[in-house]
């Protein structure tokens, strides 16, 4: 579905700020994600292990499943046309690093639902797909990615919240969010870093 006259406009302005308003922006979004998590374990690991037969037999976990499910592959699809457009090599590497983590951790979740198998192949990308211009532009793509990455921590936080603390669909939608919020810092700190250099 394409985006309204309004998602477009707000789209083309920000496509049209310098680099520093583009970072300045984005530094008052980072105000609205936590800061990242130290010594980041092994989510994949961790979704494997709750991904028990009881938490199955749940409606509340399957829907959980899904939700996380449709995130992780709009994230995947905002990490790759942020990689196609990189300006450097350590870009590259980076979201290289960061997108094998995703397909990681959507290939646990996939496995132990049965939900999908979309992970085995590339996304469709449609959700960027109508947005981006015809050649790849790193702020372009960057802050497609930051958007894309904060909205569906906040939607998976939402989804989590609503379940009972201890709740194996919670415990998913936190697990996930975790890794999420990772990759959200890792690339604010490149573009900042990148803009240091700049400089």
């Known amino acids: 579905m394409a985006p309204s006259n309004g998602s477009s406009a ?11 308003a583009v970072a300045a922006d984005r530094r008052r979004t980072a105000t609205t994600v936590d800061a990242p998590i130290a010594n980041e374990p092994d989510v994949a690991a961790e979704i494997r292990t709750l991904c028990s037969e009881s938490a199955l037999k749940t409606t509340a976990y399957r829907s959980a499943a899904a ?31 960061l997108l094998d983590e995703m397909h990681e951790v959507a290939r646990a979740l996939a496995t132990c639902s049965g939900l999908t198998k979309s992970h085995e192949k590339a996304p469709s990308g449609t959700e960027v797909e109508v947005l981006k211009p015809a050649l790849p532009q790193w702020w372009f793509a960057l802050s497609e990615m930051l958007l894309t990455t904060e909205r569906e ?14 709740a194996a669909a919670r415990q998913l939608c936190n697990l996930v969010v975790r890794v999420l919020r990772k990759h959200y810092h890792r690339m604010f700190d490149e573009a900042e870093t990148w803009m240091s250099v700049a400089d």
């Open 67 to 97: 939700a996380v499910i449709g995130s992780l592959e709009k994230v995947i699809a905002a990490e790759a046309y942020l990689k196609d457009a990189a300006i450097s090599l350590a870009q590259e590497q980076k979201l290289s690093v």
């Open 153 to 166: 921590i906040e939607f998976l936080v939402s989804i989590g919240r609503g379940q009972p603390h201890e």
């Open 10 to 20: 707000a789209l083309d302005k920000r496509q049209k700020q310098p680099a520093r």
